[in-house]
């Protein structure tokens, strides 16, 4: 039995039999033998079609002030929660700069640190924000 995984955005992402993941690539075998799976069922899996997720997203804590030794670190946490599949990667911008997220039941923990005093570290996560500051 074939799962469809899914991205941020709803669009298909790659597809999941067993353990196995297979990549959405012409030239991948497992993914040939999905494809002609598919074409073989009576509602074949619309893999075409973006699907619309609903979500919650949580970003914690809004703001930090840490200490900037290098050594201190602030840890923020973010959280969405969506129906099945849940993704497995996220983007977050750090100081405006897009950035790939791992995401562990839709839960991610970022740490930051700083050694130089007046550090400011903006982060902004679907429309969310927080800020960390070395100070």
Do not use: C
Request: glycine residues 6%; negative net charge.
């Amino acid at each position: 039995m074939y799962t469809v995984n899914y991205d941020i955005r709803g669009n298909v992402s790659g597809i999941q039999k067993g353990n196995m993941s297979i990549p959405i690539d012409e030239h991948n075998t497992d993914y040939q033998d999905f494809l002609t799976w598919n074409s073989q069922q009576q509602v074949p899996l619309d893999l075409e079609t973006p699907i619309l997720l609903p979500t919650e997203y949580h970003l914690q804590p809004e703001q930090q002030i840490i200490i900037a030794n290098g050594l201190h670190m602030a840890i923020i946490t973010t959280s969405v929660k969506y129906i099945d599949p849940m993704p497995k990667v996220d983007t977050i911008l750090i100081n405006d700069v897009e950035t790939e997220i791992e995401l562990t039941d839709g839960i991610a923990e970022i740490e930051f640190s700083s050694d130089v005093p007046g550090t400011v570290i903006k982060i902004e996560y679907h429309g969310l924000y927080a800020i960390i500051i070395a100070e």
